[in-house]
């Protein structure tokens, strides 16, 4: 009931209106950081120049005299840059390793200093993979994990398939498209706004074309995610068939600099309140000191490839 009561006032408040000016005098431009850092990987960081929205058709654009160092635990490490026309640049580097910290200092004549750091955390925890169905066409796929209680800690998982794809609508014979590395599709509705209690709404975010599910360990008092998701993809009222498919799941420990940017993303793309009016500030998450956008770190592992057999037991 209190959950009812809440969505009445939330939708009593967007017939409300409040006006206030943003004041731009003393906006500057300022530089935007984007790098996702994965350890034992190679590592690219995006570095852009923003200008108020006020000014973009007067303000110049151009990193002047841009200049950077990038440490490592406190040691600065070897790195290589290619500019971006004339107001981005591109800075390659590593790999780095798990509890490596990782620290950016980038200035230029007319942005002043930025910087943004982040740790990168150790590897995924012991875990056990179990694929179950969850409906006719949904997959449940439970990962269970051992999570350190004392610790507050964060988790992604990406999940991806080999198989076959029917196609035999309208066509005399059926057709077999043999598939490599395919993106599965999140169950439906999973992004609607949910207020019953238990309801199945994952925080999953795109990234690079690839569904991440995305959680915390507060979330989860078993050390048990379900992953539910399927392969089929559906247009025209038609459905695609699947056959011979096997799964590989992905799993992530995020630092706490990319759950928060993840979830912002998340809830800018999937806030029920944004075409009227109303959003969190979630989405504005940054970690860059004197700038904006994100520099942050993750490890990676991947389990061997899973047969799905309940195909065979349809």
């Known amino acids: 009931m209190k959950n009812k009561y809440i969505l009445i006032l939330l939708l009593a408040l967007t017939g409300c209106k409040y006006s206030f000016d943003l004041d731009y005098q003393n906006a500057e431009p300022m530089v935007a950081i984007k790098s996702y850092v994965c350890a034992d990987s190679a590592v690219m960081i995006k570095v852009q120049k923003v200008v108020p929205l006020a000014r973009l058709a007067t303000a110049d654009s151009t990193l002047v005299n841009p200049r950077y160092t990038l440490k490592c635990n406190g040691y600065e490490v070897a790195a290589e840059d290619a500019m971006i026309g004339k107001g981005g640049m591109l800075i390659s580097a590593g790999p780095f390793k798990s509890g490596d910290k990782i620290e950016l200092v980038f200035e230029s004549d007319d942005t002043g200093i930025s910087s943004a750091s982040t740790v990168i955390p150790d590897t995924f925890p012991e875990y056990e993979l179990t694929l179950s169905r969850s409906s006719n066409a949904d997959r449940n796929l439970?990962?269970?994990?051992?999570?350190d209680p004392d610790t507050e800690d964060w988790y992604?998982?990406?999940?991806?398939?080999?198989?076959?794809?029917?196609?035999?609508?309208?066509?005399?014979e059926p057709q077999y498209n043999e598939v490599k590395d395919m993106q599965?599709?999140?169950?439906?509705?999973y992004d609607d706004f949910q207020i019953e209690p238990g309801a199945y709404s994952p925080i999953i975010v795109n990234i690079d074309g690839t569904?991440?599910?995305?959680?915390?360990?507060?979330?989860e008092a078993d050390n048990e995610y379900d992953?539910?998701?399927?392969?089929?993809?559906?247009?025209?009222?038609?459905?695609?068939?699947?056959?011979d498919v096997e799964?590989?799941?992905?799993?992530?420990?995020?630092?706490?600099?990319?759950?928060?940017?993840?979830?912002?993303?998340?809830?800018?793309?999937?806030?029920?309140?944004?075409?009227?009016?109303?959003?969190?500030?979630?989405?504005?998450?940054t970690n860059v000191r004197n700038g904006v956008g994100y520099l942050c770190s993750c490890s990676a592992?991947?389990?061997?490839?899973i047969k799905d057999t309940l195909f065979e037991e349809q």
Request: hydrophobic fraction near 35%; charged fraction near 25%; include cysteine.
């Open 142 to 147: 439970k990962i269970s994990y051992r999570d």
């Open 156 to 172: 992604g998982a990406v999940v991806k398939w080999n198989g076959t794809q029917v196609q035999d609508v309208g066509l005399e």
């Open 184 to 189: 599965i599709i999140p169950p439906s509705g």
């Open 211 to 219: 569904y991440m599910y995305v959680w915390k360990d507060s979330d």
């Open 227 to 243: 992953l539910t998701y399927n392969y089929r993809a559906q247009w025209d009222g038609r459905i695609e068939e699947v056959k």
């Open 247 to 285: 799964i590989q799941c992905t799993l992530f420990k995020l630092s706490a600099e990319m759950y928060r940017h993840l979830f912002a993303e998340y809830d800018r793309d999937n806030n029920p309140f944004k075409d009227a009016g109303m959003s969190s500030p979630a989405f504005t998450y």
């Open 301 to 305: 592992v991947q389990p061997e490839w």
